[in-house]
């Protein structure tokens, strides 16, 4: 279970010792706090935004970035973590530890069995529970690369100090790392035969729950919505009835008039609308492990790297290659689809999440710009309560649990109503100015009292 923890001065690094208290690096405070803050946004203001929602296949809307962002956050701070544990041993310790409270909390907020925040209900039915889900997926690549780190420790250089290019040598590991997994990940995306498939309507909310529909496929290498590996993996892994049940895919041009509204589907929809679909599954958690160990050579180029033009250029030229390769890919060859999670967009998403931190970095740790951003500084140091509370609903449903004779007279609904719906006479603006206003800023308040009290939410 996640820990409340209660620190004089919060710290970065983890360490099984008494060291040295050492300053947080608050770029990265404030791209967690960000990217916390675009979640919040894009999953509440994206039903009215589409825009801003998730892509309902290939392409890459701001939602498409966000998971990506954390990979790459978890990434740099990996170095930063683990530099202080001398032993091999207590590093294991505190990563498997670190995995299962990651892997508690993902099953617990997105397995299912809370319903927030409308539905007054919680418990989630065992044969129909989702395994996977964004803390999950966090956990794997950061359990894969954290012990890839651990266990490599031996051949890289003690020395703090390295050149431009001595930062790839040293760590080469970790690309050899990422290639391996690319090759495979590509070799099982183009390689695996997709047979045609049957599954059941499980959505409750839909008029032909219960229906049993037929997809045919029988290719090979297809990147379409019915027919790509990576479903087929999660279908034969993990069974239909344990996968996301309502995926972006719903919003597909081929599926519904609204488009990329949700909507009621077409009279003649193909079948696989109804069907449900891992956003989170498990090849394509695979390649996102590639976001991750990105992330963990810019936590290396700041741990050896000691001047901030020598960081910056290594960190743009980076940031501008990924891009350009990624676009590249996406014009020529592989498209931009994060429920996928292609190369090209491990590429965009990297380099744009690259120059974002670096840009933050020069504003904050250079120019010494952080009061502009000490709400989303507070948010990314108490990145985990704000999730729980805001991203996954928990506070909404509570007080939704406190209504007057209907469900839908409670205190989240009246606002929304009365002070932001009706003032400005427009249901999308109003809810934009909700989310922005009554969640993201309201929770970047409430983590500045705590950080006030140094009460921190850890994992």
């Not at 997926?137 to 051949?155: C, G, N, P, T, W």
């Not at 350009?324 to 020529?332: E, K, P």
Request: proline share 5%; charged share 15%; with cysteine.
């Amino acid at each position: 279970m996640a820990e409340i923890k209660v620190d004089p001065v919060p710290e970065t690094q983890i360490s099984t010792q008494k060291p040295n208290k050492t300053q947080r690096v608050a770029s990265l405070d404030i791209f967690r706090g960000l990217t916390v803050a675009v979640m919040i946004l894009v999953d509440d203001g994206g039903g009215e935004w589409p825009v801003i929602g998730h892509a309902p296949w290939h392409g890459c809307n701001l939602a498409d970035f966000v998971m990506p962002f954390f990979l790459f956050i978890v990434g740099v701070a990996i170095p930063l973590a683990l530099k202080r544990i001398p032993s091999r041993v207590k590093a294991v310790k505190k990563v498997v530890f670190r995995t299962l409270k990651l892997l508690f909390w993902g099953l617990l907020l997105q397995g299912g069995f809370s319903h927030a925040p409308d539905e007054l209900t919680y418990g989630v039915d065992m044969k129909m529970i989702r395994f996977c889900g964004i803390l999950q997926r966090i956990a794997f690549a950061y359990l894969v690369v954290a012990l890839a780190e651990i266990f490599l420790k031996d051949a890289q250089s003690n020395d703090t100090s390295a050149g431009h290019f001595s930062v790839f040598r040293l760590y080469c590991w970790h690309w050899l790392l990422g290639a391996c997994i690319l090759v495979m990940y590509l070799a099982l995306l183009y390689g695996t035969y997709v047979p045609d498939w049957q599954f059941t309507v499980r959505d409750k909310d839909s008029a032909d729950y219960g229906r049993v529909f037929t997809v045919a496929c029988n290719v090979r290498g297809k990147l379409d919505p019915p027919c790509n590996a990576v479903g087929y993996i999660d279908r034969k892994v993990l069974g239909t009835d344990h996968m996301y049940h309502k995926p972006a895919w719903r919003r597909y041009k081929a599926c519904t008039e609204n488009s990329p509204y949700e909507g009621p589907f077409k009279n003649d929809a193909p079948s696989w609308c109804h069907a449900p679909f891992e956003p989170e599954g498990i090849l394509s958690s695979t390649s996102a492990i590639l976001s991750t160990i990105v992330g963990v050579h810019f936590g290396h180029v700041l741990v050896h790297l000691k001047g901030h033009s020598e960081r910056l250029k290594q960190w743009i030229g980076m940031g501008f290659a990924f891009l350009v390769l990624g676009f590249v890919l996406h014009f020529t060859a592989i498209p931009l689809n994060k429920q996928l999670y292609t190369f090209s967009y491990v590429c965009v998403t990297s380099g744009a999440a690259a120059l974002v931190f670096s840009a933050i970095y020069i504003l904050v740790d250079i120019w010494r710009f952080g009061y502009m951003f000490l709400p989303l500084k507070w948010i990314g140091m108490n990145a985990m309560l704000v999730y729980v509370m805001a991203a996954e609903g928990i506070f909404a449903g509570f007080v939704n649990g406190w209504y007057y004779e209907d469900p839908h007279t409670t205190l989240v609904y009246w606002i929304k109503k009365h002070i932001f719906i009706g003032v400005w006479h427009s249901r999308r603006v109003g809810i934009l100015l909700y989310v922005i206003f009554a969640e993201i800023l309201f929770w970047a308040g409430i983590a500045g009292i705590l950080h006030r009290f140094g009460i921190y939410w850890k994992l």
